[in-house]
């Protein structure tokens, strides 16, 4: 009898089949939940500036441009127009106050002042007549009333003599009434000069203060005048250097004609131009500093200048302490600004990457340093050299701070 043979469930060519498909199973599980999907990049670790997270003093400052300059400059502009007759000094002189620079000549201003001082000298007559009228209308009019009391003194004599007799029956009444008549006429002839007198001692006062009114106007109009006709011979208003002279003999110049400038050279002062981005963090009493000849030196911010041209603004900046040795006016200095007070941060360098970030995100090298990661970040302070960390970064970390203009979305460098 035949024995029947069982069928084998699995064969070879299942075993195969199945195996296949649950690796091909594995494999789509592991590149859709397991495996590392993000963009990656070979880049070479030589070509890279990797610098180290850490704690440390930090201090905010930017670099700024400045100029020596003098501590005062005087701007010559004339006052008075003219032709120029004489220079007293050349450019590059140093002058004391009041030192002659140049003198010009103007014959209307001086026709000006021959007029001023005629109608000076004629107003001083005129206050002269004005006091000597008076006078003597004041001694005639107190010619007048000493006689017209002596004539009432006498007046008053024959007066009481004919009222005695009078009443005494000795007497006329026709030489009572004419003594008392005459009298009264003197006594009321008194109280008219009197009257008189007061009135012309008022207009007389008044005519002469009038006429020294006049004086007055014209003595200071005269003195105005003169002083503009001093003004022609240009004088040094300060002590120091004259810097600069547009003046030539011959030359007509008219008013406000800036003729030069003097610079005060007992002292020196730094003015330096900014970028508008700083204005509001720039203020008066902050301190700077830069190198000359081997040694810091310290500047502090006195004026501030609000004004924004071509997206700069200027301060000038005084000596803490003594001036350099040796420097000179229009000479460059490089100045560290203080926009902050030193403190503890944590930082990093700056580099290339913050012109592609913006400072919002950053290469983290892992610690096996085979590889960087994309992490976001958060920037605060900066000064040339270092940005301030506030999130994303931990002190002992190490980030890629160079260039990224290749790098584009990628979210990892393999370091070869």
Same mark, same amino acid.
């Given at each position: 009898?035949?024995?029947q043979i069982?069928?084998?469930?699995?064969?070879?060519k299942?075993?195969?089949?199945?195996?296949?498909?649950?690796?091909?199973?594995?494999?789509?599980?592991?590149l859709l939940?397991?495996? %590392?999907?993000?963009s990656?990049?070979n880049v070479?670790?030589?070509?890279?500036?990797?610098? &180290?997270v850490?704690?440390?003093?930090?201090?905010?400052?930017?670099?700024?441009?400045?100029?020596?300059?003098?501590? +005062?400059?005087f701007?010559l502009d004339?006052t008075e127009?003219?032709?120029?007759v004489e220079?007293?000094?050349?450019e590059?002189?140093?002058v004391?106050?009041?030192?002659?620079?140049?003198?010009? &000549?103007n014959? !209307?201003?001086s026709? !000006? $002042?021959m007029n001023?001082?005629s109608?000076?000298?004629?107003a001083e007559?005129q206050?002269?007549?004005? +006091?000597?009228?008076?006078?003597?209308?004041?001694?005639?009019?107190?010619?007048?009333?000493?006689?017209?009391n002596?004539?009432?003194?006498?007046?008053k004599?024959?007066?009481?003599? @004919?009222?005695?007799?009078?009443?005494?029956?000795?007497?006329?009444?026709? %030489?009572?009434?004419?003594?008392?008549?005459n009298?009264?006429?003197?006594s009321?002839?008194?109280?008219?000069?009197?009257e008189?007198?007061?009135?012309?001692?008022?207009?007389?006062?008044? /005519?002469?203060?009038q006429?020294?009114s006049?004086v007055?106007r014209?003595?200071?109009?005269?003195?105005?005048?003169?002083? +503009?006709? @001093?003004? /022609?011979?240009?004088? @040094?208003?300060?002590?120091g250097?004259?810097?600069?002279?547009?003046? *030539?003999?011959? +030359?007509?110049? =008219?008013?406000?004609?800036?003729?030069?400038?003097?610079d005060?050279?007992?002292?020196?002062?730094?003015?330096?131009e900014?970028a508008e981005?700083?204005?509001a963090r720039?203020?008066?009493?902050?301190?700077?500093?830069?190198?000359? !000849?081997?040694?810091?030196h310290?500047?502090?911010v006195e004026?501030?200048y609000?004004?924004?041209?071509?997206?700069?603004?200027y $301060?000038?900046l005084q000596?803490v302490? *003594?001036?350099?040795t040796?420097?000179?006016?229009?000479?460059?200095v490089?100045?560290?600004?203080?926009?902050?007070?030193?403190s503890?941060?944590?930082m990093?360098?700056?580099g290339?990457f913050? =012109?592609?970030?913006?400072?919002?995100?950053?290469?983290?090298? %892992?610690?096996? &340093?085979?590889?960087?990661v994309?992490?976001p970040?958060?920037?605060?302070r900066?000064?040339?050299?270092y940005?301030?960390?506030? &999130?994303?970064?931990?002190?002992?970390e190490?980030?890629?701070?160079?260039?990224?203009? !290749?790098?584009?979305?990628?979210e990892k460098?393999?370091?070869k």
């Open positions: 009898m035949d024995k069982e069928k084998k469930k699995w064969t070879l299942k075993v195969i089949s199945y195996s296949g498909a649950g690796i091909l199973i594995l494999f789509i599980f592991y939940f397991i495996s %590392d999907k993000s990656k990049l070479e670790k030589e070509r890279l500036s990797i610098s &180290e850490k704690n440390g003093p930090f201090q905010e400052f930017i670099p700024i441009t400045g100029s020596i300059e003098p501590i +005062q400059t701007y004339l127009g003219g032709k120029i220079k007293f000094i050349e590059g002189t140093f004391k106050i009041g030192d002659p620079i140049i003198r010009l &000549e014959a !209307n201003l026709l !000006n $002042v001023t001082q109608s000076f000298l004629a007559s206050l002269n007549i004005a +006091q000597l009228t008076f006078e003597q209308n004041r001694l005639s009019k107190q010619m007048q009333l000493l006689d017209l002596l004539r009432l003194l006498n007046q004599r024959d007066y009481e003599l @004919a009222k005695s007799l009078y009443e005494k029956g000795l007497g006329n009444v026709f %030489d009572f009434e004419a003594s008392r008549d009298l009264d006429y003197l009321k002839s008194k109280e008219l000069m009197l008189v007198l007061r009135k012309d001692s008022l207009t007389s006062v008044q /005519l002469v203060e006429s020294r006049n007055v014209s003595k200071e109009y005269l003195k105005l005048i003169e002083d +503009q006709l @001093a003004n /022609l011979t240009v004088r @040094a208003p300060i002590s250097q004259l810097t600069s002279l547009n003046a *030539e003999i011959g +030359q007509s110049v =008219s008013f406000g004609y800036k003729l030069g400038r003097i005060n050279t007992d002292g020196y002062k730094v003015r330096a900014i981005h700083y204005i720039v203020r008066v009493g902050q301190e700077g500093e830069f190198e000359f !000849n081997g040694k810091t310290h500047l502090i004026t501030v609000p004004q924004v041209t071509n997206g700069i603004f $301060v000038d000596f302490d *003594e001036q350099p040796g420097i000179r006016r229009g000479q460059a490089h100045i560290k600004l203080q926009l902050s007070n030193l503890e941060a944590l990093v360098q700056t290339g913050y =012109s592609t970030t913006g400072g919002q995100w950053i290469f983290v090298v %892992d610690k096996s &340093e085979t590889f960087a994309r992490r970040i958060k920037i605060g900066q000064n040339p050299q940005y301030e960390i506030l &999130e994303g970064l931990e002190p002992g190490k980030v890629i701070t160079s260039s990224y203009d !290749n790098y584009g979305d990628i460098l393999i370091l």
